[in-house]
């Protein structure tokens, strides 16, 4: 299984960009998929989460400004993240549980930076 984030970049204080991660098996598989980031020196820390069940947690920072979704058809989960601040400077992981198995997964970072 295989997970791979993309659609980071630099974008000015108040923009928007939206992140995409596309696996390599039905996301069905997990029970709970994920955004993660980290800033150097600093632990990763979770952004939001999406349950199989389709509930979803943020992380205070984040909340009425980033959406998590996911599509199925696509095998993708998105993080549409507006009114980007410079705090939100980091590179993203996409995560993915599968419960069945009890395995983690990780994609690649990408590196979302905000900056005027």
């Known amino acids: 299984v295989q997970l791979q984030a993309f659609g980071g970049g630099l974008v000015e204080p108040g923009g928007s960009l939206r992140l995409s991660c596309t696996a390599s098996t039905r996301l069905e598989r997990f029970n709970i998929m994920g955004w993660y980031r980290q800033t150097p020196g600093k632990q990763r820390e979770m952004v939001a989460t999406i349950r199989y069940s389709g509930d979803r947690n943020y992380v205070d920072p984040v909340k009425g400004r980033f959406t998590i979704s996911i599509d199925n058809a696509k095998n993708t989960m998105y993080l549409q993240m507006d009114s980007l601040k410079p705090e939100d400077t980091a590179v993203y992981y996409c995560?993915?549980?599968?419960?069945?198995?009890?395995?983690?997964?990780w994609g690649q970072g990408t590196q979302v930076t905000v900056s005027s």
């Open positions: 995560y993915g549980h599968d419960g069945l198995v009890s395995r983690h997964y």
